[in-house]
């Protein structure tokens, strides 16, 4: 605990942060799984890459809004002398929320948030498995094989053939 924190009103004002931090960085969350399922509907019913931009524009504008949630948080906890991770946040939470409304809160933001990284590995590899495919396809139809540059022992950049696509299926 700081003095910062001894101060009259101050573990409330710190509360209330913490509460505002949660809403924003909940609703955040849920707009991102949104876009991560809007983002999975246009990559599997192979919708114009422009709807997929769009999503992903969106998708980026939601992951500012989150990191700019996540630095006003660890800023709150470096200024009250807490370290600023997960073991600090709890910390704090013990301190200044001794009803224990809080921590539901905070357990709530962190199943969204996993969530969304699967949500979102899924889509990476379903966009990795759409590029192999393409390359295949591409392979077939000029009849080169992709080289994949790679560096010798000296330094130097070689080019080595990736091997050959005998059939192609997604």
Not at 6 to 20: H, I, K, S, V
Not at 25 to 30: F, G, K, P, V
Not at 89 to 105: I, N, S, W
Not at 130 to 144: K, Q, S, Y
């Amino acid at each position: 605990m700081t003095a910062a924190l001894d101060a009259p009103g101050a573990r409330e004002a710190c509360r209330q942060t913490l509460g505002r931090l949660l809403d924003e960085e909940s609703a955040a969350l849920t707009a991102l799984e949104r876009l991560l399922l809007a983002e999975r509907e246009v990559l599997t019913k192979n919708e114009p890459a422009e709807a997929l931009e769009s999503v992903c524009a969106r998708r980026q504008d939601s992951m500012g809004a989150l990191l700019r949630i996540q630095d006003e948080r660890r800023g709150l906890l470096r200024m009250f002398g807490y370290t600023p991770d997960t073991e600090g946040l709890e910390r704090l939470l013990r301190f200044v929320d001794p009803q224990r409304t809080l921590p539901a809160r905070w357990g709530d933001c962190a199943e969204r948030a996993r969530h969304c990284r699967e949500l979102n590995d899924f889509n990476g590899a379903l966009v990795a498995s759409r590029m192999r495919r393409v390359e295949g396809m591409l392979e077939i139809l000029t009849g080169r094989r992709r080289e994949t540059p790679v560096y010798g022992r000296q330094g130097q950049q070689a080019w080595v053939s990736a091997g050959r696509l005998l059939a192609t299926e997604a």
